[in-house]
C-alpha cells in the first residue's frame, strides 16, 4: 500500500516540471481569448496590432503579443517587487531612505539627475554665455511677434529632496547648488529674459502645507508642488504687466485627497503615490478641443476663464500639472510636448494659434539643451 502511494507521487513529482512548463507557456495564449493587457504599465505605449501582412508582420506581431498578453501586469508587478524587496538596480530607480525613490535618468538616456545633484560639474563661462545668446534670441523671437516669453524651471526630486537620497550617495555631494542654478543666477544677471527657477519658492514650501510636493515614488512634482510653482509663474506674469490673473495663495485648507497616482519609479513594484486636489478656481475648467499625438499636443479652451489671452506651452511631463491651473486662468492654451520644440513646428504654431504669451517648462535635467538655442532660433 506504502509502496504504491509512494510510485503515485513519484510519478506526480516526474510530471509537476512538465505541468509548470506547459502552464506557463499556454497561460497566456488561453487567457488572451478571453483578455488581454492594455495598461500601460513602463512608461512607453504598449505597441499597436499590426494590421497589414508585411515583411516584419511576425516580428511586429511578437512585439504586440509580448505587450499584450493577459497576466503581463500582474508578472511585471510581481517581478518589480521582488527586484525592490531586494534592492537589485531595476536600471533608473534609487532606492532612497523612508520609502523614497529616485531617478537615475543617465541610464535611459533621459538628461544627467546626478550629475546635477552631486555638484561637482559645473556649466563653464563659455556654455551660460552661449546659453545667454541663445534665450536672448528666443525673447527677440517672440517679442517681434508681439508674444511675452518665459523660461521656467523645474528642479529635479533628488535635490530638492535630498535628505532622503541614499547615505552613501549623500556623502558625495559637495554643494547644494547644482549647475542649473548657477547657470539661472548667470542668465538672470547677463539678460533681460524671464527666467524663474522654482527652486527657492519650492523649498521654502516644502513644510507649509504638511504635504510632500513631490511623489516619493515618482520623479515629479505633484498637484500641491505644480501649484506652488504655478503661484510662482502667476506672480511674475502680474508684475510684468499681464492683468487679470487670479491669485489665490495657497493655504492647507484648499488641500484634499484625490486619490492614488501610478509612480513611475516604483509602477512596476506596485507601488501608488497619494494625488491631491487643490482648490482653485474649482467648477470653472474648460476643456480640451483638440488632442493629438498621445496627447502630446492639445488645445484647451475656456470661455468663462478670466484671461482673453492665448498661451502656448512648450512642456516636459512636469507641465502636465501646471495645465489645469492654466486652463483655469486663460481663455486658450495650446499645450505641445517639447518633441514639438523644432524651428519649424513652433513657426507653425504661432502662425496658427497667434499665442500672446510663451511659457517654456523644462525640469533640470534638460536644462542643457539651451546649449542648442543659438542654432535653434537663428536667423
Known amino acids: 500500500m506504502i509502496r504504491e502511494r509512494l510510485q503515485k507521487l513519484y510519478v506526480w513529482y516526474r510530471l509537476f516540471p512538465a505541468a509548470v512548463f506547459l502552464y506557463i507557456v499556454f497561460y497566456p495564449f488561453l487567457a488572451n481569448l478571453v483578455a488581454s493587457n492594455t495598461e500601460l504599465l513602463d512608461n512607453r505605449p504598449l505597441k499597436a496590432k499590426p494590421t497589414e501582412l508585411t515583411r516584419d508582420f511576425a516580428k511586429e506581431f511578437e512585439a504586440y503579443y509580448n505587450d499584450t498578453f493577459a497576466g503581463r501586469k500582474k508578472l511585471l508587478k510581481k517581478y518589480g517587487k521582488i527586484q525592490y524587496k531586494l534592492g537589485i538596480d531595476n536600471g533608473i530607480t534609487i532606492q532612497g531612505q523612508k520609502g523614497w525613490a529616485f531617478y537615475d535618468s543617465a541610464k535611459v538616456p533621459d538628461g544627467y539627475t546626478l550629475v546635477d545633484y552631486f555638484g561637482k560639474v559645473r556649466f563653464t563661462e563659455a556654455e551660460m554665455k552661449r546659453m545667454a545668446e541663445g534665450i536672448t534670441k528666443a525673447r527677440d523671437y517672440y517679442e ?94 502680474s508684475l510684468d504687466g499681464i492683468r487679470g490673473i487670479p491669485r489665490k495663495p495657497l493655504r492647507k485648507e484648499m488641500i484634499g485627497l484625490k486619490g492614488f497616482y501610478s509612480s513611475d519609479l516604483n509602477r512596476l513594484g506596485g507601488d501608488e503615490d497619494i494625488s491631491y486636489s487643490v482648490d482653485f478656481l474649482s467648477g470653472k475648467e474648460g476643456k480640451a478641443v483638440v488632442s493629438l499625438d498621445n496627447r502630446f499636443f492639445e488645445v484647451w479652451e475656456n470661455p468663462k476663464a478670466p484671461v482673453k489671452k492665448t498661451v502656448l506651452m512648450i512642456r516636459d511631463a512636469f507641465g502636465l500639472a501646471l495645465m489645469p491651473y492654466l486652463d483655469k486662468t486663460f481663455a486658450k492654451n495650446v499645450f505641445a510636448h517639447n518633441r514639438y520644440n523644432k524651428r519649424h513646428e513652433l513657426d507653425r504654431l504661432v502662425d496658427e494659434y497667434k499665442p500672446d504669451i510663451m511659457i517654456e517648462e523644462m525640469v533640470e535635467r534638460y536644462f542643457d539643451r539651451l546649449l542648442k538655442y543659438n542654432e535653434l532660433y537663428g536667423e
Open 144 to 237: 517681434k511677434r508681439g508674444i511675452k516669453y518665459y523660461l521656467i524651471i523645474a528642479p529635479n526630486k533628488e535635490g530638492l529632496y535630498s535628505e532622503y537620497m541614499p547615505s552613501h550617495l549623500q556623502g558625495d555631494r559637495v554643494s547644494d547648488k547644482s549647475r542649473m542654478d548657477l547657470a539661472v543666477e548667470y542668465l538672470q544677471k547677463h539678460t533681460d529674459v524671464n527666467v524663474i527657477n522654482f527652486r527657492e519658492v519650492l523649498t521654502a514650501s516644502k513644510h507649509k502645507y504638511g504635504v510632500n510636493l513631490y511623489y516619493p515614488g515618482d520623479s515629479h512634482w505633484n498637484e500641491v508642488g505644480a501649484y506652488v510653482a504655478f503661484e510662482k509663474l502667476s506672480e511674475t506674469l
